[in-house]
C-alpha cells in the first residue's frame, strides 16, 4: 500500500551534498520539501532545480527546508550543482539526496521494490521519481505530487500549496479553490455558525455548507 496523506514519512539516512542526513533529525521542527528526480544533468530537472536555488529565501521564510533527491551519486550531483547555479545564476543552497541505491524512491513508494539501475540507464527507467512531499514537522506528509517528466514543476503553485498547508494545519478551516495569502478561507462543517463566529468573526454563508471567513492572522 502506498502512502498517504498523514502517513508519518518513512525516515531514512542517506549520503549527501552536504554530508550524511537523516531525514527526521534534519526536519527537526520545520516543514519539508522533498522534490525527486530520476536522473542528474537532465533539462527539465535541472529547470526546476534552478527554480528552488532562486526561491531558497521564500521556503525560508516560511520555515520550511527543501530537499532535494535524485536517483545518482553525490559526485554527479555536485557536478550537476554547477549548471544548475550557472542556469538560475542563484546558489543551489541545499542538500541533493544521492539515491543511487533507489532506498528513498523505494520507501516513499516511488518505485517498486524490484526496480533497479540498468546499465546505460536513462531518465525513463526512473521516470516516477518525480513527486513532490511537503512533510509536516509532526514528520507526517501533507501533500504529494506527482509530474510527468514532460511536465516541469510549478514551484510557485508548490509556494501556494505550502501556505495552505501551513494556514489549516491544526484548524477547523479549509483554502477554496485557487486560494491565495490573505484571501478568505472556508469555515469546516464541524462548527455551528455560533461556533465558526465566536472563532472567526463574521461569516459570509453562501451555501449552509459553504461559509467563508476572514484568515486567521498568522
Given at each position: 500500500?502506498?502512502?498517504?496523506?498523514?502517513?508519518?514519512?518513512?525516515?531514512?539516512?542517506?549520503?549527501?551534498?552536504?554530508?550524511?542526513?537523516?531525514?527526521?533529525?534534519?526536519?527537526?521542527?520545520?516543514?519539508?520539501v522533498l522534490f525527486s528526480h530520476p536522473k542528474d544533468?537532465?533539462?527539465?530537472?535541472?529547470?526546476?532545480?534552478?527554480?528552488?536555488a532562486q526561491l531558497v529565501p521564500e521556503f525560508e521564510k516560511?520555515?520550511?527546508k527543501v530537499m532535494g533527491i535524485s536517483v545518482d551519486t553525490v559526485e554527479q550531483h555536485v557536478g550537476w550543482k554547477r549548471d544548475i547555479?550557472?542556469?538560475?545564476?542563484?546558489?543551489a543552497d541545499f542538500p541533493i539526496i544521492d539515491d543511487s541505491s533507489l532506498k528513498v524512491a523505494k520507501l516513499f513508494d516511488m518505485l517498486p521494490a524490484d526496480a533497479y539501475l540498468p546499465d546505460g540507464r536513462t531518465a525513463a527507467h526512473s521516470a516516477t521519481v518525480r513527486t513532490v512531499f511537503i512533510i509536516g514537522p509532526d514528520k507526517k506528509i501533507r501533500l504529494t505530487m506527482t509530474y510527468p517528466m514532460s511536465v516541469g514543476r510549478n514551484f510557485a503553485e508548490i509556494l501556494r500549496a505550502l501556505d495552505a498547508v501551513q494556514a489549516t494545519d491544526g484548524a477547523p478551516i479549509a483554502t477554496p479553490a485557487n486560494w491565495m495569502p490573505g484571501q478568505d478561507i472556508v469555515v469546516s462543517p464541524g462548527l455551528d455558525d455560533d461556533a465558526a463566529r465566536a472563532r472567526f468573526g463574521e461569516l459570509d454563508i453562501r451555501l449552509p455548507y459553504l461559509r467563508f471567513a476572514r484568515a486567521p492572522e498568522s
Open positions: 500500500m502506498g502512502l498517504r496523506i498523514n502517513d508519518v514519512a518513512p525516515d531514512f539516512t542517506a549520503d549527501s551534498t552536504a554530508g550524511e542526513l537523516s531525514l527526521h533529525e534534519w526536519i527537526g521542527d520545520s516543514y519539508a544533468f537532465t533539462p527539465i530537472c535541472t529547470t526546476e532545480f534552478g527554480s528552488v516560511r520555515n520550511t547555479e550557472t542556469f538560475a545564476n542563484a546558489k
